[in-house]
């Protein structure tokens, strides 16, 4: 018997048994694990032999390295595992070209010589990609090339080989530069130099072989003059200085030129690719040649009206738990780091503000890999229902988003127009007629009639129906006079007409507190003209719940009470610790001087930092956001009562958009 360690050590009578089965003799084996497989390598060479049809000598040749044929080889058995009837696929992809309707029979299906008409004749039908099929459509019969005048001015060329007139068709309709092609030359990953392993005896070994081979490339880049397919040859493919019309073919040049050891996998890759929308997660088909389904068509010409973003190369879109309208973008330009990624808001119509969208460029990468890993990373974590997230991203989204997140910044550019949307708040001004008018009311002018109030009040007409222009959780100004001083009073809207303010309901600042109350006795003492405004974050600083949490802890324990302090301690500070966790005044900030001085002179009794000269706790310009939100959600204790309950419901009800279909319009 003979001893069959000695073709490996590694043998053992289970896989001598298991080759032998499989028809394999000693010698055979032996020639097989000579080209560097080993004993456990049975049914790759059984994939080699059968499907290939490959001797040990001639899967060398088919490629440069073994390794890629392994490869080949996962990529056989996956698609057998996925799609065991061919039928099912071939006719998928007729559907998409339109041989058949949807109604028709599934069991249908095409045969193997309209899949393979398909993939010769229908190719150009294609949106995106080109395939030919190796075996069939090249020659392996050396070419030369002739001048205009018919002389030879070129040996055999290694790795340049004729095409079938079909092919040769195809190919010059596809290029469309009136020149005929004739031939494809194969060549390195950057079209300078001949393939290794695409050149000479190894590639007439791969024609031979190659009945079932597929090469598909991607099309699109054609007109781009990319470096992986050309449609003149040149000094690069040894024919001179002169161009020739000849297809230059990178066989190197991975993903944009792939070859499928079978038709199965080759039409599998189409299905998968060429047939669906460019949108990284959309599974929708498109027919037509447009990139991208009908959906999202509407989404980038949405973004395009409002908002151009030029040459993009990626978008996806998602849900988020604060807004069920979320994407994001890369798109290129010609910077050291090329690609930027932007997030996109799409913000509906609300009663009766419009809609709009938010790109916020928020990453920049040297390359389109990174800029995809770092967009996927974002989307992770920002998704509505996956896991894994960091829980301060989840509490503070806004941190993920802005560059400037854990760096000192000033509050307005934390809070541009960019993350944070202004909504105005409409009034109507209307003058009533006094109780008691002179005779000459309205026209008398004449102050000797003593008719001081004659032209009327003046009354502020706020909408019947705030919950029209304003979200729960929007930090809310209205200007007020007091003591010959305008300002502006600042709150949380709550929703259904409430207010959560820091205030004096008795009009002594040094006992006032956090109160909720209707929006009637929030606006009180506004001046006439009645100017009132609202900031709402697109990218939220804080989780809502978060928010209601501290709101409620705030107002049901008496926070802050009898620690007010105009310069450091006022309800603007509090509306923006609540809603952006930043402690902080604009108001404060613009006048810190006036502001102190005035807490000093009507607030004597404050126990803020102004009788100190402190303003704004001393921040100045600048503030660091990853700090000012720990400082701020550690000031207050948590606390889900009554009022967390319903700050919590009335967001959820208003603001958290309910989506089937994640989408930017």
């Known amino acids: 018997m003979t001893n069959w360690k000695l073709i490996h050590s590694d043998f053992t009578s289970r896989l001598q048994q298991q080759w032998e089965k499989n028809s394999f003799t000693y010698n055979q084996t032996q020639d097989w694990i000579n080209i560097g497989l080993t004993p456990h390598d049975c049914s790759f060479v059984v994939y080699l032999r059968d499907i290939l049809k490959c001797e040990p000598e001639e899967a060398l ?29 071939v006719r998928a992809m007729a559907l998409s070209l339109g ?75 596809l290029f469309d530069d009136n020149q005929q092609k004739l031939a494809i030359s194969f060549t390195g990953k950057n079209t300078n130099q001949p393939s290794q392993a695409w050149t000479g005896n190894k590639l007439d070994q791969k024609i031979k072989n190659g009945e079932e081979v597929y090469i598909i490339f991607d099309k699109r880049r054609i007109k781009a003059n990319s470096s992986y397919v050309r449609s003149k040859a040149d000094s690069t493919t040894q024919l001179g200085e002169l161009d020739w019309p000849i297809v230059v073919l990178a066989m190197e040049a991975k993903p944009q030129v792939q070859v499928f050891q079978s038709k199965k996998n080759a039409l599998k890759f189409l299905r998968e690719n060429d047939f669906k929308c460019r949108v990284v997660s959309c599974k929708e088909e498109i027919i037509g040649e447009e990139d991208y389904c009908l959906y999202h068509q509407t989404c980038l010409a949405k973004l395009d009206e409002q908002k151009s973003i030029p040459n993009i190369q990626e978008i996806d879109t998602f849900e988020t738990w604060f807004n069920g309208n979320c994407g994001y973008v890369i798109n290129k330009d010609n910077a050291k780091f090329p690609f930027h990624i932007w997030l996109v808001v799409y913000e509906p119509e609300y009663g009766k503000v419009e809609e709009k969208i938010f790109p916020m460029r928020f990453w920049k990468a040297k390359n389109l890999v990174d800029a995809h890993k770092k967009a ?24 993920l988003i802005h560059w400037k997140a854990d760096e000192y910044t000033t509050f307005a550019d934390l809070t541009s127009e960019l993350y944070v949307r202004k909504i105005e708040v409409p009034i109507k001004l209307e003058i009533k007629e006094p109780n008691n008018p002179c005779d ?68 002594k600042q040094y006992r006032a507190k ?30 809502y719940e978060l928010i209601a949490q501290q709101i409620d802890r705030a107002v049901d324990n008496d926070y802050w009470e009898g620690r007010y302090c105009l310069a450091n301690n006022n309800c603007e500070h509090r509306a923006n610790s609540f809603v ?58 948590n606390s889900t009562g009554q009022w967390y309950k319903e700050i919590k419901g009335q967001y959820e009800a208003k603001t958290v958009v309910p989506s089937k279909n994640c989408k930017i319009m």
């Open 99 to 173: 041989i058949f309707n949807f109604t028709d029979n599934p069991s249908k299906g095409l045969t193997d010589e309209e899949a393979e008409q398909y993939l010769s004749t229908k190719r150009l039908n294609l949106k995106k990609y080109f395939v030919f099929n190796l075996g069939k459509e090249l020659s392996t019969i050396p070419v030369t090339v002739s001048d205009y005048e018919g002389k030879t001015v070129s040996e055999p060329i290694p790795n340049l080989r004729r095409v079938e007139p079909l092919l040769s068709e195809h190919l010059t309709q």
């Open 376 to 399: 996927q990373e974002i989307k992770k974590k920002l998704e509505k229902g996956s896991v894994g997230f960091n829980p301060f991203a989840v509490a503070n989204p806004f941190c």
């Open 61 to 89: 040749n088919f490629v440069s390295d073994i390794e890629e044929l392994r490869v080949q080889y996962q990529e056989y058995l996956q698609s057998q595992n996925e799609e065991s009837e061919e039928d099912q696929l």
């Open 580 to 637: 952006f966790g930043i402690d902080y005044s604009k108001q404060v900030n613009e006048r810190p001087s006036k502001s102190i001085g005035w807490c000093k002179k009507y607030r004597g009794q404050c126990i803020g930092k102004c009788k100190s000269n402190i303003a704004n706790d001393s921040k100045g310009l600048t503030v660091k956001l990853t700090d000012e939100i720990t400082k701020t959600n550690a000031e207050l204790d």
């Open 514 to 543: 956090v109160i909720i109350t209707d929006w009637k006795t929030f606006i009180v003492n506004h001046t006439t003209d009645g100017e009132t405004f609202a900031y709402r974050p697109i990218i939220p600083f804080k989780h």
């Open 440 to 507: 000459c009311y309205p026209a008398c002018d004449c102050p000797a009639c003593n008719c001081s109030s004659r032209m009327g009040d003046i009354e502020t007409i706020y909408p019947d129906n705030l919950d029209d222009h304003l979200k729960p959780l929007d930090v809310v100004w209205v200007k007020k006079e007091s003591w010959g001083n305008v300002y502006h009073h600042v709150g949380v809207y709550l929703g259904d007409n409430k207010v959560c303010h820091y205030s004096g309901a008795d009009k």
